[in-house]
C-alpha cells in the first residue's frame, strides 16, 4: 500500500513539472508545424497588452434608424463580411464579435489608424456575379492566382437579387456521395437574370464576387430557370457556411455604421502587462507561503495542486486560442483565489473532524464530504455569472468572464481531487502525524 502511494505522489510530481515545463517552453515538433504550441509565450494578447484599434459597428436600415433586433443570420453574415475584409488588408490578427442583437466589434491589434481601418472595413458589402469576360485573373504575393472583377464589364446580378444562401448536405452530383453544398435562392428579377447568365455560360464557370473579390466559380452544367441554384464542390461544413455567409452579406438588409473607436497605445499596453505579470506572481507567492505556514502538510498538497492549476489554465488559453486581456488576467487571480479559497474550506473542515477526536484518515474523508456543498454552490453561482458576463459583455468583460470560467472549473478539479489524491498519497506513504493537518 506505501509503494502504490509512493507511486501516486511521483506522477503527481511528474504530472505538475511536466506541465509546467509545457506552458512555459511549449511543445515543439517542427514536422508538425509545433513552434512553442502551448505556450503562456505563445497565448495572443488582447489591444490593451499589444496596442492596436478597436471599432464597434451598429446596423442601420436604409432610412437612416437603428435596427434593433436583425436577425442572428444576417448578424453572421455581416460578421463574416468584416472577418473577410481583415483577411483581404492583411490584418489577419483581427477579432469581430457579436455584441448584443445589433453590433458587431471589430479588434486589430498591431495599426494605429481607426480612421483607415473603418474607411477599409465598414463598408456595405458589394456582391456581383459575372462570366469570364466580366472577370481578370491577377498574381497574388508569394505565388498563386486570384480572379478579381474587372469593373469595366457590367455585373450579369448582384446581391440585391439574392434572397438567400443557405447550406445543405446530401448527394448534389449523382455521385452516389453526400457533401455539403450551398443553396441560392433569387428573387422574381434574379431568377430572369440568373436564367440568361447561366443560359449563356453552360459549361463556363460563373464567378460570384464580393467587394470584387472571387469567392466562388462554380461551373454552369445547365440553364436554370426556376430562381433556385446549387454550388457544388468538396466543401467542408466550414467553407461551406463561410461561402453562404459571404453571399448574405453582400445582400444584407442593413448598413453598419461606426459608432465608437478607439487607439490603444502598445507602449502603455506592454507596461500593464508587465505591472500585471508581476503581481500575479507576488500574489501567488504570498499565497503559496500562506498554505505552507497555517496548514502545514495541507498546505503542501494545496500549493503542490495549485502548480498543476496555473500550468492547466495557461495550455488551456493557448490550447483554445483564447485572447488574453487585462481583464483576463484579473480572471485569472481571481480564479486562483478561488481555488485557495476551496482548499482553505477543506483543510478547516479536517480541522473540525481532528478537534471532535477523529482518526486522520477519517477526518480527511469527513473534511473533503462535508466541504463539497460550499465549494460546489459557491462555485456554480460564479460560473453562472460569468455565462451571463459573456453573453451580455463586450469585449474585454468577455475575456474576463472566459478565463474566470476556465478557472472556476479547474480550481473544483483541482481542489477536490488533485488535492485529495496527494493529500491521501501522502498519508499512504507515511505522513501520519495529525499536527500536520492542523490537529493538536
Not at 469570364?132 to 440585391?160: C, D, F, K, Y
Not at 503559496?288 to 502548480?307: E, K, N, P, Q, T
Amino acid at each position: 500500500m506505501k509503494r502504490k502511494n509512493v507511486i501516486i505522489l511521483i506522477v503527481l510530481l511528474v504530472v505538475a513539472l511536466g506541465m509546467s515545463a509545457i506552458s512555459y517552453f511549449g511543445i515543439d515538433v517542427p514536422e508538425m508545424g509545433w513552434n512553442k504550441t502551448l505556450s503562456a509565450q505563445n497565448i495572443k494578447h488582447g489591444l490593451d497588452l499589444d496596442g492596436g484599434i478597436y471599432v464597434v459597428y451598429q446596423a442601420k436600415g436604409q432610412d437612416g434608424n437603428v435596427i434593433n433586433n436583425p436577425s442572428g443570420e444576417d448578424m453572421n453574415a455581416a460578421s463574416q463580411m468584416l472577418r473577410n475584409r481583415l483577411d483581404m488588408n492583411g490584418w489577419t490578427d483581427g477579432e469581430v464579435s457579436i455584441e448584443g442583437g445589433n453590433r458587431l466589434r471589430v479588434e486589430i491589434p498591431g495599426i494605429s489608424n481607426a480612421e483607415e481601418a473603418i474607411e477599409g472595413i465598414g463598408q456595405a458589402g458589394i456582391l456581383e456575379f459575372a462570366d469570364e469576360n466580366g472577370m481578370q485573373i491577377m498574381p497574388i504575393e508569394g505565388g498563386g492566382q486570384i480572379a478579381v472583377r474587372n469593373t469595366e464589364v457590367p455585373a450579369l446580378l448582384t446581391g440585391s437579387n439574392v434572397s438567400n444562401a443557405s447550406v445543405g448536405f446530401g448527394d448534389q452530383s449523382n455521385t452516389g456521395k453526400n457533401e455539403y453544398y450551398i443553396n441560392l435562392e433569387f428573387d422574381s428579377e434574379g431568377t430572369e437574370l440568373f436564367k440568361n447568365a447561366t443560359s449563356a455560360n453552360i459549361g463556363k464557370p460563373l464567378y460570384i464576387c464580393l467587394d470584387s473579390m472571387s469567392i466562388s466559380g462554380p461551373r454552369v452544367n445547365s440553364a436554370i430557370t426556376n430562381g433556385k441554384a446549387v454550388i457544388t464542390g468538396t466543401f467542408t461544413k466550414d467553407e461551406a457556411t463561410r461561402i453562404a455567409n459571404l453571399i448574405n452579406s453582400g445582400s444584407l438588409p442593413f448598413s453598419l455604421e461606426a459608432i465608437e473607436h478607439q487607439s490603444i497605445g502598445a507602449t502603455l499596453g506592454a507596461e500593464a502587462l508587465n505591472t500585471s505579470l508581476f503581481a500575479g506572481v507576488i500574489g501567488v507567492a504570498l499565497v503559496f507561503i500562506f498554505m505552507i505556514i497555517f496548514y502545514r502538510v495541507s498546505g503542501v498538497a494545496a500549493d503542490w495542486a495549485l502548480v498543476i492549476y496555473l500550468s492547466a489554465e495557461l495550455i488551456i488559453l493557448n490550447g483554445l486560442n483564447i485572447t488574453l486581456t487585462l481583464p483576463g488576467i484579473a480572471g485569472i487571480i481571481l480564479s486562483v483565489g478561488m481555488a485557495v479559497d476551496a482548499n482553505v474550506i477543506i483543510f478547516e473542515r479536517i480541522k473540525e473532524e481532528l478537534a471532535a477526536g477523529r482518526t486522520l484518515r477519517l477526518a480527511l474523508e469527513n473534511g473533503f464530504s462535508r466541504a463539497f456543498p460550499a465549494i460546489f454552490d459557491s462555485n456554480i453561482t460564479t460560473l453562472i455569472a460569468c455565462v451571463v458576463l459573456f453573453w451580455l459583455g463586450t469585449g474585454p468583460i468577455r475575456g474576463f468572464a472566459q478565463t474566470l470560467a476556465i478557472g472556476i472549473v479547474l480550481s473544483m478539479f483541482t481542489a477536490l481531487v488533485i488535492t485529495r489524491y496527494i493529500i491521501k498519497g501522502l498519508v499512504g506513504a507515511g505522513v501520519k502525524n495529525p499536527k500536520f493537518f492542523g490537529g493538536k
